[in-house]
């Protein structure tokens, strides 16, 4: 089974997604479940993981509801409010939804470089365990140091780490980011997203061997058993196709063994998010 464990839904309009600038204006549109479902068929991709892309309960709802209504949505990462008083409230009410599998807040868009280590932050993380929810950690290369701080809070939390913390593929820098990764990936409750690469690169001119030093780092430091395939639709769009970008990706995966390679384009999807 192939699962894309990482991907977007949206009713485009430029107040809710002004982070879609010019640069990006060819996904300035909606992109909606029998999009999707049309493209992962194409691909033969056998389901998805809806992940958050506004910080709000009503996108969460919204997710949830959609997963509902089609099959190929085998679970979402949605939105709450970790940092208020009454989270384990909100955890209780959505306990219910089965379908919600984890939770994520976008770090790399806080201003504090310090938030992820905020007390009222991490004291909503340390209730997710209690809800069998995973947490997504959306940062950039730069928040890398603060986040091992932070995954050390909490070393029983299940984490994945969504588009190898955003690497300056652009720049071809690999350093701070190689060893800031590696040393990340010692703590065994850490898994981390082969995905949102593409978009880290120049988006007319990257090459799959721009890409590769990445791919190497990630699979050595977290090896197969802890990373997870995901294409970032429809984001990806801007720099490359769906079936080009997970044709990269099993490119990148062909030294491995069939079962090591299967673990990674789904089987760590299913048992990390419990699908």
Partial sequence: MIIDSHHHFWKYNPIEYDWI??????IRKNFLPENLELTISEAGVDGVISVQAR??????????????QNNFIKGVVGWLPLMEANIEDDLEKYSVEKILK???????????PEFILLKDFNRGISLLRKFSLVYDILIVERQLHNTIRFADQHPDQV????HIAKPLIGKNELSPWKDNIRELA?????????????????????????LQ???DVVLEAFGPDRVLFGSDWPVC???????????????N???????????????????????
């Fill in 21 to 26: 600038d010019d640069s990006m204006k060819d």
């Fill in 55 to 68: 910080q709000s309960v009503e996108e969460t709802d919204w997710l949830i509801g959609m997963a509902h």
């Fill in 102 to 112: 984890g939770l994520r807040h976008v770090i790399q868009g806080e201003t504090d």
């Fill in 159 to 162: 984490f994945v780490l969504d």
């Fill in 186 to 210: 010692r703590r065994e409750n850490v898994n981390c997203k082969i995905s949102g690469m593409v978009t880290e690169a120049d988006f007319e001119n990257w090459t799959p061997a721009q």
């Fill in 213 to 215: 030093p990445y791919f």
């Fill in 237 to 251: 769009l801007v720099a490359t196709t769906y079936k080009n970008w997970m044709a990269l990706v099993q490119k």
């Fill in 253 to 275: 995966l062909s030294e491995l063994s069939k079962p090591e390679q299967a673990k990674i384009m789904g089987e760590n999807a299913v048992r990390i998010y419990q699908l």
